[in-house]
C-alpha cells in the first residue's frame, strides 16, 4: 500500500518503520526541520527491542508538498492533536477524491477538524496501544508490544478500512476492526485525562501516582465526568471497568513510565494535547450544560503551566 506519514515523530517513525518493512511504500511528511535533515543524512534510526534499525525514508516539509506530484492513497496522520489543523492545512495538494485518511492520534474530537479535508466516508478513526518515544531529531526508541483498533467513520469506507487492517497484520501491527471505535476512543481518552494531566501536574510517573490516597478518588472523578460528556455523545462508558483498566497501570510495568504529556511539558516544554483530553470535555460539557471542574482546573493547570515553562 502506498502510504504517506503526517508527522515523523515516535509514533509516525514506529508506523513508518513497520509498514517499510513489510514492503509498503511509505512516505513521511514532518514540520521539524532538525529532524527532517537528520533523517534525510543518516536514515530514520530506531532502538527496535533493542536492536539498533536504520531505514531510509523520503521525507518532505509540509511547504515541500507540491514536490510529491500526487495525491496520497493512505494518510496515516501521527502529528500531536495540537499540530493536526495546521499540518492539513498544508497538505491540502496531496489530498484527492480517493484519498483516505486514519487518525489514531489520542484525544477526542480529532473527527471534526479531519471533516473539513476529507469526506466521511473516506475518513478512519481509531486508537493504539503501541508506544514509542523520540531520543531526539531521526532517533525513536521502540518498545514493547501493541494493538490497533480502527473503524471506518461513515459505512460506506469499510472496504479500505479491511484492506488497512490486511496491511497493519502483515506489519505486524496486530489491528482490529472495531465495531465500536468511539467507545474505544472514549475509553483511551479516560487513560490521557487522567494519567497524562496528573503525573504533569504531579510531577510523577504513573506508578508514583498510583501510590498517593488520593489516585482513586481523583481518577473516579475524572472519569465520571469523561462519562457524564460521552453520554451525550451517544457513548455509555462503563465507569468502573474504565477505573480498573486504568488502575491495573499502576502496578504494572507501564508504573515506571511518565506519560507523553510529562515529557512534551515538563521534559521538552513542549505544547500539550490538553484541549483535546480534558479540555475537550470541559469545552463540551459547557455545550451541554455539565458540569466538569476536574476537567476544567486540569485544563487550566496544565495551560498554567505551558506558561510558567515558555512551551511552545
Ligand atoms: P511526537 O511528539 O513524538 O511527534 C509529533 C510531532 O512533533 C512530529 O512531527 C515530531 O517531529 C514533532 N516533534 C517531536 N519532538 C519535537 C521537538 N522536541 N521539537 C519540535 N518538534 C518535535 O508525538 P507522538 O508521541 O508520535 O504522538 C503522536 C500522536 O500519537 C499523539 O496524539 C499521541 O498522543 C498519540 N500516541 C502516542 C503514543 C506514544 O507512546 N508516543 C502512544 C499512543 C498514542
Ligand atoms: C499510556 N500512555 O497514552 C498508554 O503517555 O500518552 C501517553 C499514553 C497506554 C497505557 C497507559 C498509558
Known amino acids: 500500500m502506498k502510504i504517506t506519514i503526517l508527522g515523523a515523530g515516535g509514533m509516525g517513525s514506529r508506523f513508518a518503520l513497520m509498514l517499510h518493512k513489510a514492503e509498503n511504500d511509505v512516505t513521511l511528511v514532518d514540520g521539524w526541520q532538525q529532524n527532517i535533515d537528520a533523517i534525510r543524512k543518516d536514515g530514520l534510526q530506531a532502538e527496535f527491542n533493542g536492536e539498533p534499525v536504520t531505514v531510509h525514508l523520503p521525507i518532505y516539509a509540509p511547504a515541500e508538498?507540491?514536490?510529491?506530484?500526487?495525491?496520497?492513497?493512505?494518510?496515516?496522520?501521527?502529528?500531536?492533536?495540537?499540530?493536526?489543523?495546521?499540518?492539513?492545512?498544508?497538505?491540502r495538494p496531496i489530498i484527492g477524491?480517493?484519498?483516505?485518511?486514519?487518525?489514531l492520534l489520542n484525544g477526542i474530537g480529532h473527527e471534526d477538524i479531519l471533516q473539513e479535508f476529507v469526506a466521511a466516508d473516506h475518513l478512519i478513526l481509531g486508537i493504539t496501544m503501541w508506544t514509542a518515544g523520540m531520543t531526539g531529531p531521526g532517533h525513536v526508541t521502540l518498545l514493547g508490544e501493541g494493538e490497533v483498533e480502527l473503524q471506518n467513520f461513515a459505512p460506506a469506507g469499510l472496504a479500505f478500512t479491511k484492506e488497512v487492517v490486511s496491511a497493519f497484520a502483515a506489519a505486524g501491527l496486530n489491528p482490529k476492526y472495531s465495531e465500536n471505535v468511539k467507545y474505544a476512543i472514549w475509553r483511551k481518552a479516560c487513560v490521557n485525562g487522567t494519567l497524562n494531566s496528573l503525573c504533569s501536574i504531579l510531577d510523577c510517573n504513573i506508578g508514583e501516582l498510583g501510590a498517593t490516597a488520593e489516585a482513586?478518588?481523583?481518577?473516579?472523578?475524572?472519569?465520571?465526568?469523561?462519562?457524564?460528556?460521552?453520554a451525550h455523545e451517544g457513548v455509555t462508558l462503563d465507569e468502573a471497568e474504565v477505573y480498573t483498566h486504568i488502575a491495573q497501570t499502576f502496578t504494572a510495568a507501564?508504573?515506571?513510565?511518565?506519560p507523553s504529556m510529562y515529557q512534551d511539558l515538563?521534559?521538552?516544554h513542549r505544547a500539550?494535547?490538553?484541549?483535546?483530553?480534558?479540555?475537550?470535555?470541559?469545552?463540551?460539557?459547557?455545550?451541554?450544560?455539565?458540569?466538569?471542574?476536574?476537567?476544567?482546573?486540569l485544563t487550566q493547570l496544565i495551560h498554567a503551566k505551558e506558561q510558567l515553562v515558555g512551551a511552545k
Not at 97 to 103: E, H, Q, S
Not at 277 to 290: D, L
Request: proline share 2%; with cysteine; aromatic share 10%.
Open 216 to 230: 482513586e478518588a481523583l481518577l473516579k472523578a475524572i472519569i465520571a465526568e469523561f462519562a457524564q460528556v460521552a
Open 65 to 91: 508538498i507540491d514536490q510529491l506530484g500526487e495525491k496520497a492513497e493512505l494518510i496515516i496522520a501521527f502529528t500531536k492533536s495540537n499540530q493536526l489543523k495546521a499540518m492539513f492545512e498544508q497538505v
Open 266 to 268: 515538563i521534559v521538552n
Open 272 to 297: 500539550t494535547e490538553i484541549d483535546f483530553i480534558n479540555g475537550a470535555v470541559w469545552q463540551k460539557g459547557q455545550r451541554y450544560g455539565i458540569a466538569t471542574p476536574y476537567c476544567a482546573l
Open 97 to 103: 477524491p480517493d484519498t483516505y485518511v486514519l487518525c
Open 254 to 258: 507501564i508504573a515506571a513510565h511518565y
